[in-house]
Every structure is written in C-alpha cells, then in structure tokens.
C-alpha cells in the first residue's frame, strides 16, 4: 500500500470515520456506470451556483426534472430570511486532511446556515458529519456568527432536514471527534488504519474489489446464508420463517456485492483486458429523449395544443407550507407504506 496521506474530504468523512483504511482507495478512479449520476450533480450544482451568483437563468435545453430538482432549492433560498451576504461554492480546509467546497453559506447578523444541495435520487441523506466538518471549516470566515443551521436541501425526495447548533457544541463535537480522530490517523502509517466492514459502510468505498476485508466478509456471509439455499427454488412455502429472515438479515450486503461484482465484470469486458466464452456486453435500449427540447416543444405546439404538450405539477406540502408558513389539515394526507424493519435487539 502506498504510504501516502489521502484527503479526508468532508463529503466522505462519515464512512471515513467508521472506516479510515477506506482512504487508502479515494484516489481510484471510480469505475461505477453510476458516475453519470455525480456529473449530473456537479451540472446542477454549477447551474444552482451561477443563478445564486449572478441570476444566470437555467438553460431551456435542462431536461425537466433537473430544472425542478434546481428549482426546488431556489425556492427554498427564497424561504430563507435575506442574508447579509453569503458564501457560494466556497473552498474551506478544516486541516492538512480535510478540506473542500461548502456548497452554500447562508450568513445573517449572528446566525448561518451551511447548506448541501443533494442531487442525488438513490439514497434520502440526514445530517452527518460531512455538515459538522463544513460549518467547523467556515468557521474563521463568519467569525461573528453564535450559532449555524446545519442543512441538507435534497429534491428528489422532498427532503431538508436540518440541525440548528450553537457555536460551543460545534467546539465541543470537534474536540470530542475530530480532533482525536484526526490526531490518530496522522500518527499512524496508512497500511494501519482501522478497517471496519458493514453494509453501509462499504456501499460507497471505491475500494472495494481490492479490499481483503470485504471479501473476508462476503465470503464469511456467503457460507452462511447460502449454506441452506435449495436448489431448485420452485416457492418459498416450504423454506422455514428463520431461513427467510436469515436472508434477508444480508440482503441489502449482497445487492450492493453483485452490483458492484457485475460493474466490475463489465468494466473489464469493456475495456477488452478480459476475454469471456460465458458473457458479453449488449446495448439496451433506455427511454427515448428529446435532443432539443426548445425545438421539440416548438415543433409539438404547430400540432397540439398547449395543455397536452407540457405537463404541469402542483408544488408538495413541504415545498407549500415554506411559502404560505401553514396550510389547512384537511388539504394533506400522509401516505404510508409497510416495508420490513429490523427489531433492534438490546445490547
Ligand atoms: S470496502 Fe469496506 S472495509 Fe474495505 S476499505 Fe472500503 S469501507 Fe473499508
């Protein structure tokens, strides 16, 4: 393992604080299909930065969707009591390790909110310790603030939780966690840090095809789920409830091994450095796009009327209740939606 100190950037700090060894691979290329997702944020990221900056308004070629996920955050800026001034897409550094670029810094007279636009679409993100890491980082440049909102906007699920913390907490959290944890790493050889494997955890690490610990436990889960599978699986009626469970105990674990297996394989199918009898590579078509939508909706409107060309839909509750502060109960409903959950066991 090379011995070299990879940054700790704050957007990863949650699974580099349960697994420092996970470091070692930040400065992979990642391989994952899914990257076209982390340039479509870096995109709308941008965009969202040019129209806070400079009103830049969005491009009339942005598909829909990302237009409203932009959108959606301009919308909840402008639920925000004006600011004093602000910081946009602004470099910060915690220490030597851990630095990076806070998206937002909301800043008023003695409060600010220090702000993550998540663009993503897989997983709902809650406050973590990427936002404590941004607000100690952006600390030095708002010097006259006593407390800050720790906020995450994420469209896609209609989702900003927020953390309002004072000044002496955020010390304390860094004096508690990071500066401990910090110490440490700088103090050991890379090849030595702490290697802790879990679902969550490892979703993520770009490492993982070359992680021995990984393996280890994919093998060690292998053995023991699979060691009761029946072939052929004609129905699960005659599978008992605690061989059931003791699947599904693992299963989120072994989605992400084989998404990440079957990335691998590919990448390596592609790229031509492997040769298979077994499988190749086909091209499957996805739903069809508009190449211009400027000229699509022109063209369209010569033929249709307004109303069947363009789609309207009405803002939700949560985005509502920031503009109008309260609504009437009987406007809302909360769905709901059984899915299993684990019985946490006391320890
Ligand atoms: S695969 Fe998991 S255990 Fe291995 S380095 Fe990455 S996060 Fe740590």
Redesign the pocket.
């Known amino acids: 393992m090379a011995a070299h100190h990879a940054p700790f950037s704050p957007s990863k700090l949650p699974?580099l604080l349960?697994?420092p060894?996970?470091a070692?691979?930040e400065h992979k290329e990642s391989d994952r299909p899914s990257s076209t997702y982390a340039q479509r944020g870096i995109d709308l990221h941008k965009l969202l930065a040019d129209y806070i900056l400079s009103r830049t308004p969005l491009p009339s070629t942005l598909p829909n969707e990302d237009k409203e996920a932009v959108q959606y955050c301009i919308q909840y800026l402008n639920s925000l009591p004006r600011p004093a001034s602000s910081l946009v897409e602004y470099p910060v550094h915690l220490n030597d390790l851990c630095y990076g670029t806070v998206d937002y810094v909301h800043i008023l007279p003695d409060h600010a909110y220090v702000i993550d636009w998540k663009f993503g679409i897989g997983i709902k993100v809650n406050i973590n310790e990427q936002l404590f890491a941004y607000a100690l980082a952006v600390l030095p440049h708002i010097p006259h603030v006593r407390s800050l909102t720790l906020q995450i906007v994420q469209p896609a699920f209609d989702h900003c939780p927020s953390q309002r913390i004072t000044l002496t907490d955020l010390l304390q959290y860094k004096q508690r966690v990071l500066d401990p944890f910090f110490r440490r790493i700088q103090s050991t050889d890379p090849s030595e840090w702490p290697?802790?494997?879990?679902p969550s955890?490892?979703r993520f690490?770009k490492?993982?095809m070359e992680?021995p610990?990984?393996k280890k436990?994919a093998d060690k889960l292998a053995k023991k789920v699979f060691a009761q599978f029946r072939q052929p699986v004609i129905s699960f009626d005659n599978w008992t409830q605690e061989e059931i469970e003791t699947y599904l105990d693992h299963r989120s674990f072994f989605n992400e091994f084989f998404k990440e297996l079957h990335n691998f394989y590919l990448t390596k199918l592609i790229s031509g450095e492997w040769k298979s009898e077994h499988y190749t590579t086909t091209t499957r078509r996805l739903p069809r796009k508009w190449t211009d939508e400027t000229t699509a909706s022109k063209w369209l409107l010569s033929h249709l009327s307004e109303d069947r060309v363009w789609k309207r839909t009405l803002i939700s509750p949560t985005q509502a209740e920031r503009l109008v502060k309260s609504l009437p109960s009987d406007l809302i409903y909360q769905p709901t939606k059984i899915a299993l959950k684990k019985v946490k066991k006391d320890s």
């Open positions: 699974r349960a697994c060894f996970s070692n691979f290697i802790n494997p879990s955890t490892c690490c490492g993982k992680c610990s990984y436990t």
